[in-house]
């Protein structure tokens, strides 16, 4: 059979029986010097052994292979920061002739060219990618290169600013904050060796060391990785779709789990409250106007009364704050949470710094002393996150904070913000674990947790981390943006990415952090946008207020229902963060996941979906009237706010109006929506909208509603959940909504009061029979919805028959 293959083609082989075709690159693009003497066929890996080293290729899943080069005389470093996976049981084989090996291992298969020397990877017996010349070293590190198709679109390298398409650069792998950066930034605080291309692939390149990622920067259709040291490998992952991607990757690196529930609520937070007195004034501001909140975070005047010379006090200063213990336990019978800034760096004007050296927790330079130098806020040491000592000295600081009732951390600085090459950790140089440092530290965390308090779910904000820092609970942000437009445009890029690379909590500063730009339009536009992004949290320096409660009445207002929404849709959003859980799956996601092959949404992150069903277009320009919007062709969709019907795969001009962002719903979705809140320990499924939107081009449709406690964690491992099913089945102008519910063993199965809203019914129905009972509804014609209320008894399952007119 004729096989379509992107690789330049000078001979192809068809391997035994089916096998599908392979094609070997350019000659040119060989490693000639490279050669076979020896292949072993081992239970769990193939391995190969050539001229200047040795390969293996080893399966984890019937969708991923990882292939490691050790070079002569160096020991394989079997360790790994990033995968967690252990490899299933793969049923393999390898097929040879004169001239080739297939190693087949599930979908994938290795392909080696005996010489010239090559290594190439396909899917299903489609072609994915080929190493160029592969592994090679120079004075100035190690690289691997592999050869691209003209029009593949990359993706991945962790959090840069530069469009959804990242082919054209070569991007430094090396943890680094910009202070105010825009719609451009190449170097930021998440540079993961990750890369995903619009061919349907991944490539992880497992090695924590600082180094290169260049994605074709020469345009030569290359794509390389380049390392100072460390281990040669890689994984290479594949999929029917992307969800299919990304969960593989998740699966590889672990998963995040369920962030506690009031994370899904709004935040307090500036640079910074100054004062307990000055705390409290400003959740009494919330009360007052009557915006929700769940959480109030410290920046770092809680240990200090200066920005410099204080950091590493890592206690509360007591002339402004005489009474934390009360005050958080205050504001917790509030319904509010406290969250603490913390730092890995211990100034030598701080009042712990005598205790650090005496503990020997810092880094050190080459003689073993304590490495100091000087930053932004003082001259300092470093907390060596890699030393077991330091790292239980850190912990018991937690500890004591959390005695106190803290409830949140915020990791701050973590990339580290200065890490000098001379440093020395107990496992490395600087430069060999720079860019796991905030990794490490979110472990720390992390298993404090699952050590001392097995029972509750850590939050853990952090603006550094790796390939697989999500399985630590790691809530993610991008950094110090400038509070402009500019800087609001490259928000949904950089979430996109990085929920793509299992950072599915990635979220900015609402309302943008760096300046003093007071622009209420910009506010407003953030602030709705933030709706849906994973994290709703305004927070700038405080020249200009971050919080709702202070803007001009207008902006206040708007801003409130922006956060009304946000709690409306907690039942969705939190259902979103169980798929995350469970799948892998990102809460934002590109419109390319809707439509893989469409070359159009390549390169488009201008609207998104917030997971399956609705799908999102921020506003992103002063006084934009007029938004562009393409709507996926799975389905038709709904104008969010007045119904409208959009056609799958057409695009319109749609109006943009003051009050909200353009917001559409998938036909055949279920929304399930929470009455209004005030803090989400008011949350119940009890009491809930559900709202369907009736499409009659879909024959059936199905979706789900999870819900715990909110706080235990591994609460659905333990059997302490809901899992409600929804499904719609439409046929002969009758609908039929089917709902059911399973309870884990250790919840109690409990009546619900529903009120239904069905959307684009044209026509008021002739009846509804609710388990073959009629029952009284309303229809409002120019809404076209009809509305019910319906009680669903515990343990049943509730039928719901919608007999249409003619």
Known sequence: ???????????????????????????????????????????????????????????????????????????????????????????????????????????????????????????????????????????????????????????????????????????????????????????????????????????????????????????KNLLAYESLSGRQTYQVIAG?????????????????????????????????????????????????????????????????????????????DRDNFPQPKKMIADFAQQGVKTILITEPFILTSSARWKEAVAENILAKDQQGQPYTYDFYFGHTGLIDLFDKHAQQWFWNIYKNLKAEGVAGWWGDLGEPEVHPAGLQHKTGSADQV????????????????????????????????????????????????????????????????????????????????????????????WLQYGVFQPVFRPHAQEEVASEPVFREPATRALAKAAIELRYRLLPYNYTLAFENNQHGWPLMRPLFFAEPMNPVLTSASDSYLWGRDLLVHPVLSA????????????????????????????????????????????????????????????????????????????????????????????AFEHGAYTLMKFRSAYRQRQLVLTLDAVNGKKRAASDRRLQIVIHNITAAPEKILLQHQPVAFAWDASSRQVTLDALWKAGSTAKLVVQMSD
């Open 434 to 525: 720079h860019n796991i440092y905030g990794h490490q530290w979110a472990k720390l965390i992390a298993e404090g947790y699952r050590k001392e308090y097995p029972q509750e779910r850590p939050f853990i904000l952090m603006r550094a981390g790796y390939s697989g820092s999500q399985r630590f609970g790691m809530i993610p942000w991008s950094g110090d943006v400038n509070r402009t437009w500019g800087g609001l445009r490259s928000q949904p890029e950089i979430a996109l990415q990085m929920g793509m690379q299992g950072m599915a909590y990635m979220h900015s500063d609402l309302g943008g952090f760096a300046g003093a730009n007071l622009d209420d339009e910009l506010y407003t536009r």
């Open 240 to 316: 029917d779709s992307w969800e299919d991607i990304v969960s593989a990757y998740t699966q590889l690196t672990g998963r995040q789990p369920l962030p506690p529930r009031w994370a899904f609520g709004n935040f307090a937070s500036r640079f910074g409250y100054h004062s307990e007195s000055e705390t409290r004034s400003v959740l009494a501001k919330y009360k007052e106007e009557q915006i929700p909140v769940d959480a109030i975070i410290f920046d770092l005047y809680w240990f200090g009364k200066e920005i410099k010379g204080t950091m590493g006090n890592l206690a509360f």
């Open 623 to 714: 006084g934009q009237k007029k938004a562009e919007v393409y709507f996926p062709v799975s389905s038709n969709w709904f104008d969010f706010y007045t119904g409208q019907t959009y056609a799958a795969g057409s695009r319109h001009s749609i109006d943009v109006v003051r009050e909200h962002i353009p917001v559409f719903v998938r036909g055949g979705a279920f929304i399930p929506m929470a009455k209004p809140l005030q803090n989400t320990r008011e949350y119940s499924t009890q009491t809930l909208d559900l709202h369907y939107y009736y499409d009659p081009a879909v024959a059936s449709s199905q979706s789900q509603l999870y819900d715990d406690d909110g706080m235990t964690a591994k």
């Open 1 to 219: 059979m004729k096989q379509k293959t992107h690789f330049k083609r000078i001979s192809c082989l068809a391997t035994l029986a089916l096998l599908m075709q392979f094609c070997v690159t350019d000659l040119a693009a060989q490693n000639l010097s490279r050669s076979i003497q020896r292949v072993s066929v081992q239970p769990a890996y193939l391995e190969v052994v050539t001229n200047d080293g040795r390969y293996l290729f080893k399966p984890y899943t019937k969708n991923i292979i990882e292939t490691s080069f050790i070079p002569a005389g160096e020991h394989f470093q079997q360790a790994s920061h990033a995968v967690v996976l252990k490899p299933e049981k793969i049923k393999a084989q390898l097929r040879t002739d004169a001239q080739h090996l297939s190693y087949i291992a599930g979908n994938m298969a290795v392909h080696i060219n005996r010489a010239p020397f090559q290594i190439s990877y396909t899917y299903k017996n489609q072609a994915l990618i080929a190493e160029h010349q592969g592994y090679q070293q120079s004075a100035q590190g190690r690289s691997l290169d592999f050869q691209l198709d003209q029009d593949e679109a990359l993706y991945g390298a962790g959090a840069r600013a530069l469009g959804m398409n990242r082919r054209g650069y070569r991007l430094p792998l090396y943890n680094k904050a910009h202070y105010g950066y825009e719609e451009h930034s190449e170097q930021m605080n998440f540079a993961m060796p990750l890369v995903f291309s619009s061919k349907m692939y991944g490539i992880h390149f497992d090695n924590p060391t600082t180094g290169f990622l260049d994605l074709d920067s020469k345009k």
